[in-house]
Nanobody, 122 residues
Framework: QVQLVESGGGLVQAGGSLRLSCAAS????????MAWFRQAPGKEREFVAG????????LYADSVKGRFTISRDNAKNIVSLQMNSLKPEDTAVYYC???????????????WGQGTQVTVSS
């Protein structure tokens, strides 16, 4: 059974940092593009960051550029999202996803995790 399991969410004050991790199991994801999306209450799921299977190319939403960093360890089947200078508007459920290529659209991904809550207080 293919699984993506996120961890590392929590409550943090504005300006703080969190590091999210996504552990993949069931098959190797070393040849998949990986991405993070987020969904705030009452809003659509939105792209945050993506990384190619080699890890050589990344893509970020304008809203997180310069503050968030996506990385991956193919040997461990883990993708991470380092989030710095967090803002209250970053509050959302964060989802890990795997797909054929880096795509800012939800439809571009075949596998999804269950999500982890990130709450940033002002």
């Amino acid at each position: 059974q293919v699984q993506l399991v996120e961890s590392g969410g929590g409550l943090v004050q504005a300006g703080g940092s969190l590091r999210l991790s996504c552990a993949a199991s069931g098959r190797t994801f070393s040849r998949d593009a990986m991405a993070w999306f987020r969904q705030a209450p009452g809003k659509e799921r939105e792209f945050v960051a993506g990384i190619t299977w080699t890890g050589h190319s990344t893509l970020y939403a304008d809203s997180v550029k310069g503050r968030f960093t996506i990385s991956r360890d193919n040997a461990k089947n883990i993708v991470s999202l380092q989030m710095n200078s967090l803002k209250p508007e970053d509050t959302a459920v964060y989802y890990c996803a795997a797909g054929m290529s880096v795509d800012s659209r939800v439809i571009g991904y075949n596998y999804w995790g269950q999500g982890t809550q990130v709450t940033v207080s002002s």
